[in-house]
């Protein structure tokens, strides 16, 4: 079964700190692995896409990794801000070759609040 | 400015009665779907789109019904049918093809009263 599996739920940090998030997928077969920033009752806002061969790609303070091995990423956060304060959801590209239909797997996402 | 755009951000039902959603994109995109989204749930595919006059069920399709009777529009409706119909809703669109970014709109929150 599809699953993109996320860590952890929630999580508060202090302005200026750091933090990461884990997103594990067992998607078969993989196209691709997106970050998204969601604000609180609006939509989804891509970050970062990671393809199978990419290891490592940076978006301002946003750094994805993607070890395709162990089908696991994460999202490293550098010197939050309050506006860090967000959902962030792992999503995963799926692409049939052979029907040529494709489909997203979200993760639940990953609460965060950055206090002053 | 090329943008999705849904309407209305909220929305009020009775019990019982259908009610619509409105999606339309600006960006040329043939591919459209609609998500629900669940507290503590990831977002759940309800219908897609790849093409005008085309539409296939998602995994939670049962008490909604789509149209795409124009490139540019997509509206969702939910019918009395659908048992627990009170959510945040998502529309979505992306080139048609594979490895393609979707660009979400800014969602409608459905409340049944």
């Known amino acids: 079964k599809n699953q993109v599996e996320q860590s952890p739920q929630s999580l508060i940090i202090l302005e200026g700190k750091n933090c990461t998030l884990q997103c594990n997928y067992t998607v078969s077969p993989f196209s691709n692995l997106r970050w998204y920033k969601q604000d609180t009752g609006r939509g989804p806002v891509s970050l970062t896409i990671?393809?199978?061969?990419?290891n490592t790609k940076s978006n301002g303070r946003y750094t994805a990794t993607l070890d395709a091995d162990t089908k696991q990423s994460s999202l490293h956060i550098t010197a939050s801000q309050l506006s860090d304060s967000a959902s962030y959801i792992c999503v995963v590209s799926s692409t049939s070759y052979t029907s040529g239909t494709y489909k997203y797997i979200f993760g639940t996402g990953t609460r965060l609040k950055v206090l002053a | 400015d090329g943008g999705i755009t849904q309407s209305p951000k909220y929305l009020f039902r009775k019990e019982g009665q259908n009610v619509t959603l409105s999606c339309e994109q600006n960006l040329n995109h043939d591919a459209m779907y609609w998500y629900r989204q669940d507290p503590g749930q990831g977002l759940r595919l309800i219908y897609y789109s790849q093409i005008v006059n085309d539409f296939q069920k998602g995994d939670i399709a049962e008490g909604y019904s789509v149209s795409r009777e124009k490139k540019e529009s997509f509206p969702l409706t939910v019918t009395s049918a659908q048992k627990n119909p009170t959510a945040f809703y998502l529309c979505?669109?992306?080139?048609?093809?594979?490895?393609?970014?979707?660009?979400f709109g800014q969602g409608t929150r459905l409340t049944v009263v």
């Open positions: 979505a669109s992306s080139i048609r093809g594979r490895d393609t970014e979707a660009f």
């Open positions: 990671m393809t199978f061969s990419e």
